[in-house]
């Protein structure tokens, strides 16, 4: 029969799996609930909804979806696809994806141009961040926010009307999204912001390895306390050596000295 402190510590052990299958299960339920249901937003005149064909609306019609974030360079990526609706659509396509007109588009301070009777291609943008809190790891959170305008070259720089939306599609991160009518209800100059923050999943996973930290600084003095009553253990040098290792496991390397240091006791 095991002695009480190997049946305590199994209980331990037990409890500890238990809590990281519920952690890591309510983190991604949460997660994908958050991601399939609210990471959208779309502005435009008509008030169209995504799956509404534009039909009425007049002007150039913007598919935003943000594929990437890379916290170490601050900037991010956005795939860009564009179609030309109303008399800005080149009758003779049948496809309705080229302009009848040279477009001409500005992201940020990125121009595009879009020739006339040409299919428009879409358009993979990198962007910065305007402030972020890398050190609140893993709280962080990040800003974006830039201008989009369009003009016809040959109407001497006339801005016509945007329809633009924006779709989150990273599952490592949350994202929430505000469009502003910026040219008092023309629609043709709309102001983006983009607030970045970690998935519930990161954040559960990081609190998780704080946790076992904790342990295992715990099972550390547990040991040390043993060698110096001359129960000498090989096994708390290993340990040691193991916590920098179990730390950089957090998804993202978090900087030195962040939140999840503060948390736990490195």
Wanted: glycine residues 6%; aromatic residues 10%; charged residues 15%.
């Amino acid at each position: 029969m095991p002695s009480p402190k190997r049946q305590i510590r199994a209980f331990l052990l037990s409890a500890v799996l238990v809590f990281a299958l519920i952690v890591a299960g309510v983190g991604f339920v949460n997660n994908n609930w958050r991601q399939s249901g609210e990471q959208m937003a779309i502005m435009n005149r008509n008030k169209l909804r995504e799956d509404q064909p534009p039909d009425s609306f007049d002007g150039l019609v913007l598919y935003c979806n943000l594929t990437s974030f890379d916290v170490s360079l601050l900037s991010f990526k956005m795939h860009l696809g564009s179609r030309p609706y109303g008399s800005f659509r080149d009758s003779q396509d049948d496809l309705g994806r080229s302009p009848s007109l040279p477009m001409q588009l500005t992201v940020d301070s990125q121009l595009i141009m879009f020739p006339s009777n040409q299919i428009m291609a879409s358009q993979d943008l990198e962007m910065t961040v305007k402030s972020g809190t890398p050190n609140s790891y893993p709280f962080d959170s990040y800003t974006a926010e830039f201008y989009v305008t369009g003009t016809a070259p040959s109407l001497r720089n006339k801005r016509y009307p945007i329809s633009f939306s924006l779709k989150n599609s990273m599952e490592e991160w949350w994202v929430e999204f505000r469009l502003t009518d910026a040219s008092g209800g023309d629609f043709n100059m709309i102001l983006v912001e983009i607030i970045l923050t970690r998935g519930a999943n990161q954040k559960f996973f990081s609190i998780f390895i704080c946790l076992l930290m904790w342990i295992m600084s715990l099972a550390l003095l547990a040991l040390a306390i043993a060698i110096c009553r001359k129960h000498s253990n090989a096994v708390a040098t290993t340990m040691l050596f193991a916590l920098p290792a179990v730390r950089d496991i957090q998804p993202g390397r978090p900087p030195i000295g962040c939140t999840a240091d503060g948390l736990n006791l490195n």
